[in-house]
């Protein structure tokens, strides 16, 4: 077996391949035809972020059986080409946990004592003793945006320092904060409450600018820390609100754009320390990273469990034709019902009933929890996310009944908290045309896709009148509506809207200003 070696990796790794008897071969910065052939006879390819993984790749290499990603982040990688050929994608998500959260308790550390800024200036020949007068974090509390693998990590540290730990996520149990000495609250109250905040999420399109100029002004004093990702925080509104003194100061590894441009404006802020995406280069990550996709090709070679695959598990053959149309399904279903959710996420159930119970459903399932945990974390599967909700103390359910009296296959997935509970249910129409046919009780037939509003409201005359007039006096266009109800005329009911344009705030606020209306939920699919 050979595998090809396209971006610089420890030596550690390459021994580790070497050792199991496999030859190894380095085409570093090949890109273009050059690397299109040195892959031809490949069986394996490890890459860091420089190789760009396309399907023209995957078309090239008839023998390819795995891609390692020497690192976390596989924007490089064309993970669905790599399904369709049959290829595994793994990458090695622990190796640079440690050197992250220590990077960030340094970073925390550097802008509480000025630290670059008193060195610069005794390098330069200043004695400034006296113009520095910094912050210890002893007894101050700590703000960590997203507990996450280095959350979790910067938490522990910092609390071992003598510091109180609130935490804003959503999809993490509470029994595991508790473990973890973490208070959980909601979002502003964690800025507020912070004299330290730390962001641990990943970028997605929920997370883009997640922290700008509101949400610096509720924290009102103290530092912020971003060694996650850049673009989370709004780089301009950070650099003002360091430069006006509404927080005492900041430090940040990571930037929106990469290298960054010399104008960028945090550049210019004294009291904003920056170093240039530090946080995984240390030598024993880079070798934990490189030993850990080692070992995941060995594995792959040798037909064992890939630990960190990224891509879908192989199902039978006979088998996946049937529960190929569920599996899109119940992602739909469970991302419906997170959203709707209101509250932290601490179970998840996923009933089959019908049909589909005598199948082999466990992707089925984990593609249920991908949906759930969709807006959560970077790169979310069907292949991680089961082991996202063991990490973050969430309990999964499933369960079967082969009886079904209304459809001949139906999914369900339920999402609690605590008492309170969202439930969707999901089946296939003639041509595995998929349709939401239950939310909470409520029987109806919506077609879930691109941007949908739920209202529930009491079924008063006028009421879908009026959320028609408010949307349309605001340039949404509706594109198909589903309406139920529970019980007789006069009680609660719920419609569901397929949208082609995007809900502004002010529609949702004017909408529920009506006392006709209970609550309004802005779905995306």
């Avoid at 990469?258 to 960028?264: H, I, L």
């Avoid at 891509?311 to 992602?331: C, H, K, M, T, W």
């Avoid at 009780?441 to 079924?459: E, H, K, S």
């Amino acid at each position: 077996m050979k595998v090809l070696v396209t971006d610089p990796i420890a030596d550690a790794g390459l021994d580790r391949l070497r050792e199991a008897g496999y030859e190894v071969e380095t085409a570093y910065d090949v890109e273009g035809d050059a690397l299109l052939e040195a892959v031809s006879d490949a069986n394996g390819l490890i890459v860091r972020s420089g190789t760009q993984v396309t399907a023209e790749v995957f078309e090239a290499a008839p023998d390819l059986v795995i891609v390692g990603r020497a690192g976390i982040g596989v924007d490089n990688i064309d993970i669905d080409a790599a399904t369709q050929h049959g290829v595994i994608v793994a990458n090695a998500p622990e190796g640079n946990v440690r050197a992250a959260a220590e990077h960030t308790v340094a970073m925390g550390f550097a802008a509480a004592r000025s630290i670059p800024q008193a060195h610069a200036r005794l390098k330069n020949g200043e004695w400034a003793k006296s113009d520095y007068l910094g912050n210890e974090v002893n007894g101050k509390t700590l703000g960590v945006v997203g507990l996450g693998r280095v959350g979790q990590e910067v938490a522990k540290k910092f609390s071992s320092l003598g510091m109180d730990i609130v935490a804003y996520d959503p999809y993490i149990g509470e029994e595991r904060a508790d473990q973890l000495g973490a208070e959980l609250v909601e979002f502003d109250a964690c800025l507020a409450r912070a004299d330290f905040l730390t962001v641990h999420t990943p970028l997605t399109p929920e997370t883009e600018g997640l922290i700008s100029t509101d949400e610096l002004e509720t924290m009102g004093s103290g530092y912020l820390v971003n060694c996650a990702r850049g673009g989370v925080v709004d780089e301009a509104a950070l650099a003002e609100a360091v430069d006006a003194g509404v927080i005492d100061g900041a430090a940040v590894d990571v930037f929106a754009d990469e290298p960054v441009s010399p104008d960028n404006p945090l550049l210019s802020v004294d009291d904003v320390v920056v170093t240039p995406h530090l946080g995984a280069s240390t030598s024993a990550a880079q070798e934990n990273v490189a030993v850990s996709t080692a070992d995941q090709i060995v594995a792959a070679f040798r037909d064992e469990p890939v630990i960190n695959a990224l891509n879908a598990p192989s199902v039978d053959e006979s088998a996946f034709p049937r529960i190929q149309p569920y599996i899109g399904l119940a992602e739909t279903a469970g991302k419906i019902a997170a959203q709707l959710l209101d509250g932290r996420l601490g179970e998840v159930e996923v009933t089959y009933t019908g049909d589909i119970a005598g199948e082999d459903i466990e992707l089925v399932t984990a593609s249920a929890l991908k949906g759930v945990f969709a807006p959560l974390e970077w790169q979310v599967n069907a292949v991680n996310a089961p082991q996202v909700a063991k990490e973050r103390g969430i309990e999964v359910v499933e369960s079967k009944s082969r009886q079904s009296d209304d459809f001949q296959s139906l999914v369900t997935v339920t999402v609690r908290n605590g008492d309170e509970e969202m439930t969707v249910s999901g089946t296939l129409f003639t041509g595995e045309d998929p349709r939401i046919v239950r939310i909470n009780g409520y029987r109806l037939d919506a077609i879930p896709y691109g941007q949908m509003l739920v209202a529930r409201n009491y079924d008063k005359p006028g009421v879908i009148g009026f959320i028609g007039t408010v949307l349309g006096e605001n340039d949404v266009n509706i594109a198909g509506m589903f309406n139920a109800r529970r019980a007789k005329a006069g009680g609660e009911a719920l419609t569901v809207y397929n949208l082609d344009d995007d809900v502004p705030d002010r529609v949702r606020e004017k909408l529920l200003a009506d006392d006709r209306i209970i609550d309004v939920d802005l779905i995306t699919l």
